[in-house]
């Protein structure tokens, strides 16, 4: 069984950054997964924000984040991250990392297999 466990949300002014990590556990290998970011705020519906896949490095962002987000991942320690700059109030909502072997369109959830338990952030302007 395949775990994820995000952390690094808070609460920060904007125009700050903070940055998530995701860290992966019960799989010897992730070769063959990718990593994707989400985000839901209250009332709206879940959406992608960005992805990375484990083997390549390829990444893939939002456009609403595009430049200002960044998505990497540390092989040795198992953990995939979310670097976000220039954060604005329309940022705040709870991010989830998932893992999966994606084969079709990487900002559709349902491509997706494993769930972080989500971390909150909260932008305030």
């Known amino acids: 069984q395949v775990q994820l466990v995000e952390s690094g949300g808070g609460l920060v002014q904007a125009g700050g950054s903070l940055r ?31 992805f990375i896949r484990w083997n390549t490095g390829g ?16 092989n040795a320690k198992n953990t995939a991250y979310l670097q976000m700059n220039s954060l604005k109030p329309e940022d705040t909502a709870v991010y989830y990392c998932a893992a ?7 900002w559709v959830a349902n491509q997706y297999d494993y769930w972080g338990q989500g971390t909150q952030v909260t932008v305030s302007s």
Not at 20 to 27: I, K, N, P, Q
Not at 100 to 106: I, K, S, T
């Open 100 to 106: 999966g072997a994606v084969g079709g369109p990487v």
């Open 59 to 74: 990444t893939y962002y939002a456009d609403s984040v595009k430049g200002r987000f960044t998505v990497s991942r540390d």
């Open 20 to 50: 998530l990590s995701c860290l992966v556990s019960g799989r010897r290998t992730f070769n063959a997964y990718a990593m994707g970011w989400f985000r839901q705020a209250p009332g709206k519906e879940r959406e992608f924000v960005a």
